[in-house]
């Protein structure tokens, strides 16, 4: 059984410099702990990810490796809170090259909104 899940995700980068995008369309393929995904990333770039998700009761991790971050893959841990099947809390770590006054290391928080969610579509057996 695998679900669907699209969302807009707000954010805001804490200790950083830089100018970054705060809107971030998101979709998401859930599979049990399984996750893969497409998102507008800070950088305003498109990003491809797939990892793991971990949850008890509303709180969850999210470890992932992911694209669209300076030509390279990246790894991608993200803690959150759900306040209800609709809205997710989130911070994950951040980490941003300055050329003028050096490398600053940060968190990204925000908000995520579920739009739509497609439950229990079924995967064919090939």
Do not use: C
Not at 10 to 20: A, C, I, N, R, V
Not at 87 to 102: C, D, L, M, T, W
């Amino acid at each position: 059984k695998m679900d669907i899940i699209w969302a807009l995700a707000f954010s805001s980068h804490l200790g950083m410099q830089g100018d970054y995008n705060e809107v971030h369309p998101h979709v998401r393929l859930v599979n049990d702990d399984k996750i893969a995904g497409a998102y507008y990333n800070s950088e305003s770039r498109l990003s491809l990810y797939a990892g793991y998700r971990y949850e008890l009761n509303n709180v969850g991790a999210e470890l992932a490796l992911v694209t669209g971050y300076n030509d390279t893959v990246v790894p991608y841990i993200r803690g959150t809170y759900d306040f209800n099947n609709t809205i997710r809390a989130y911070a994950a770590p951040a980490y941003e090259y300055n050329s003028k006054v050096g490398d600053d290391i940060g968190v990204v928080i925000g908000f995520e909104i579920t739009i739509y969610k497609l439950h229990q579509m079924k995967m064919s057996q090939y």
